[in-house]
């Protein structure tokens, strides 16, 4: 199955306001509409339990197209609720993606393969599995049982993003207004690292590709060997409405990053320590690939562990705070 969109658009005279680390989620401004979606395959899903995670374009001073990608879910029963942009009045935000037990609000968006503009058709869970809608995904049936087939009504409407001149005009159900409300997480680590791989790579830039980027999805997420590879650390602005509570949760939070950076370095040191002890040995290229394996996983594991401590970091200051500010609808 493929998705066709149109490739031109006039990139100028663009605003934003973009924070370290942010990677275009709310917050980001720009005055110029995202380009129209490209054309692009799906790769096969790489194994049970991955969720399609859908490609956009993201900002950085400049569009680039972060592939879609196949990604686990966070815990069983968890769905993607793909990020948009949407008009805010004066520019175009983006609304950040999110995991959780129903599909929210996209902006109406087409990102295909089952993502459709409202909800999802791509996969149920039945008892702690995922089904495969094979008739919108790629799955190899001989390794993964449990799909199903069924023929759905495609949306034709390919532009980018939510209102504005010549924006999706669709507004979110009662339903996806709950599912926003609802118990979710944000984007997991594996999704994080590969929004920063693609914005590393000048390539996927708009101004480089003119909306046809040379990586339009992967089989999964790209993520980092060791941790100078990491993306910066996540920062949040508490926004409680008290300035002396706003500072408490700031300083908090500026802990939690600063213990996160030692812990970076401190594992960068030891990994590069190996390399350097490998190097003297002169060891088999099958042994090099060995430790970078291990230095993959190591690398992971700790990334996943902060991403977590960050998340519940903010949680508790948003609920403290008496709840986090919703996306632009």
Request: charged share 15%.
């Amino acid at each position: 199955m493929k998705i066709r969109f149109g490739r031109s658009i006039l990139l100028a005279g663009a605003m934003l306001f973009l924070s370290v680390g942010s990677f275009a989620q709310v917050g980001v401004s720009v005055s110029v509409a995202p380009p129209p979606l490209p054309t692009y395959e799906q790769p096969i899903c790489p194994g049970d339990g991955y969720i399609w995670t859908p490609g956009y374009w993201a900002w950085d001073g400049d569009y680039y197209w972060v592939p879609g990608t196949w990604v686990l879910a966070p815990e069983p029963g968890y769905l993607w609720t793909p990020g948009y942009w949407g008009w805010g009045g004066s520019g175009f935000f983006f609304n950040e993606g999110y995991w959780g037990l129903n599909v929210g609000f996209y902006g109406g968006i087409n990102y295909g393969f089952g993502y459709f503009g409202h909800g999802y058709e791509g996969g149920r869970w039945e008892n702690g599995h995922f089904f495969y809608n094979t008739a919108v995904n790629r799955v190899d049936g001989n390794s993964i049982r449990n799909v199903y087939n069924t023929r759905v009504n495609e949306n034709n409407n390919r532009v980018s993003y939510n209102g504005g001149n010549g924006g999706i005009n669709e507004r979110a159900t009662a339903q996806e207004e709950e599912a926003g409300r609802g118990k979710h997480v944000g984007p997991v680590s594996a999704q994080v690292q590969h929004a920063y791989s693609a914005h590393n790579n000048p390539q996927q830039k708009f101004s480089a590709n003119h909306g046809a980027p040379p990586v339009t999805a992967t089989g999964r997420p790209n993520t980092a060997v060791h941790p100078n590879e990491l993306p910066p650390v996540q920062r949040s602005t508490p926004n409680t409405g008290n300035a002396k509570l706003d500072q408490k949760y700031q300083q908090q939070q500026e802990k939690v990053v600063a213990k996160q950076n030692q812990d970076r370095q401190k594992l960068q040191q030891k990994q590069d320590q190996e390399h350097q002890q490998l190097t003297k040995q002169k060891a088999a290229p099958e042994r090099m690939q060995q430790v970078e394996q291990q230095h993959q996983q190591q690398t992971q594991q700790m990334h996943q562990v902060h991403t977590q401590q960050m998340q519940q970091v903010q949680q508790r200051q948003a609920t403290a705070g008496g709840g986090s500010r919703g996306g632009r609808r």
